[in-house]
């Protein structure tokens, strides 16, 4: 076995600071509750090739409110953009894990470009959140990822220490927006 020389710094040797995730037509996502109803709760969410570990409901309400705040800006965005063609052996998910311990800032911006292939505009939203840059391609991923964020939203509610104080539903009509 071949090793490299011992460690001399404890900053790791690259970091990740940013990276970009497409979100278009139906999503799924897989939640599996840890330790519920202690302080070492978390909420594991597989979505496509992204694994979330949630650990407040402050921090998944707060995703959640980034995701409706998108709503606002879908108009010119199409309803439905053919999904790619499947991946043969889909055996390397997640690529990606994040651990959101906090309700992250987020910032929507609407956004346009020529496509690739000519001619047309294409229209997307860009949610920024922390680390990511939620690309919205389509209005059906817009809302299934919306259906799966209130579904975590209320898992973490029923689950996590803090749920009674973060209960408020972002999606709701008279939800309350924090100053």
Request: charged share 20%.
């Amino acid at each position: 076995m071949s090793q490299s020389a011992a460690a001399v710094h404890t900053v790791p040797a690259g970091i990740i600071t940013h990276t970009i995730v497409s979100i278009r037509g139906n999503q799924d996502a897989d939640l599996t509750v840890y330790h519920a109803r202690t302080p070492d709760v978390r909420v594991a969410m597989i979505w496509g090739d992204v694994m979330m570990t949630l650990y407040t409901a402050d921090a998944i309400q707060g995703i959640l409110e980034g995701f409706v705040a998108a709503r606002a800006a879908m108009a010119q965005v199409p309803r439905e953009i053919p999904a790619p063609a499947a991946e043969v052996e889909p055996c390397a998910r997640p690529a990606l894990c994040i651990d959101w311990t906090r309700r992250p800032a987020y910032a929507v911006v609407s956004q346009t470009a020529p496509s690739k292939r000519g001619g047309k505009t294409v229209h997307w939203v860009d949610l920024h959140m922390g680390p990511l840059t939620y690309q919205i391609r389509d209005q059906i991923g817009l809302l299934s990822a919306l259906d799966l964020l209130t579904r975590a939203h209320r898992t973490a509610i029923a689950v996590c220490l803090d749920g009674d104080q973060h209960s408020a539903d972002p999606t709701s009509d008279d939800y309350r927006w924090p100053a």
